[in-house]
Structure formats: C-alpha cells, structure tokens
Nanobody, 130 residues
C-alpha cells in the first residue's frame, strides 16, 4: 500500500506562484508514475501533470502548459508542482496520485490523463486564486 501526503496549497493573488509538494511512502516500486489532478467545485477531476520517476518523462494538461512545471526531488519519491501565472480558473483542490507499477508509455500515450488509471490518491490540498 502507498500513502501520499500533499502540502503547499494556499491563497494567492492572480499572477502569483505557488509550489505544491507530494511525498509517497509505503511499498514503492522502482519506477512509478506520480501525477497531479485538480477538481474545482462542481466539476470533474482533471489531470494537471504527471511524471515517470525512473526516467523523468513528463506531460501536462493543455490548460497548464507553459505555466506549471512538475519535477522530482532527486532519488526520492517526492514530486513538486510549481505553478506560475496563476489565474482564478486554477482555483481547485489539488490531488497527488501514484500509479505503481508504471512505465514511460503511461505518460507518452497520455493514459495518465484518465483518473481511473491511478492506483493511489492523496487527500488533496486547496489552491485559491483571487
């Protein structure tokens, strides 16, 4: 079983930046995918970004490309989501997810964008942009 803990959410003015963190613990295979989803009130949970931790393959949702960056702390199961140029539309609960085991194809073929593909979820951290 895998546990996920997110942190770093908060309130920020439009145009500002935030960095979210997620750490995975428990039974972690060598090579997992970690991702970020978000869910605004009354809306579906949408994919934001994902990374294959073994080789660093990354992908982003169309609405955040060029503004958000997913990265991995070296040799750990911690990922970050750096969010720039935040807008009110980015207001949502942000969830970290893990797919284990995982391969690069999960990212490259955009399977990561399907919520039901992920095995484990964190409790979420709120981001509010005003």
């Amino acid at each position: 079983h895998v546990q996920l803990v997110e942190s770093g959410g908060g309130s920020v003015q439009a145009g500002g930046s935030l960095r979210l963190s997620c750490v995975a613990s428990g039974y972690i295979r060598n090579g997992i995918c970690m991702g970020w989803f978000r869910q605004a009130e009354g809306k579906e949970r949408d994919g934001v970004a994902s990374i294959y931790t073994l080789f660093g393959d990354k992908d982003y949702g169309d609405s955040v490309k060029g503004r958000f960056t997913i990265s991995q702390a070296k040799s750990t199961n911690m990922v970050y989501l750096h969010m720039d140029s935040l807008a009110s539309e980015d207001t949502a609960m942000y969830y970290c997810a893990v797919e284990s085991p995982c391969g690069a194809a999960f990212i490259r073929q955009k399977l990561w964008n399907e919520r039901e593909q992920w095995d484990y979820w964190g409790q979420g951290t709120q981001v509010t942009v005003s």
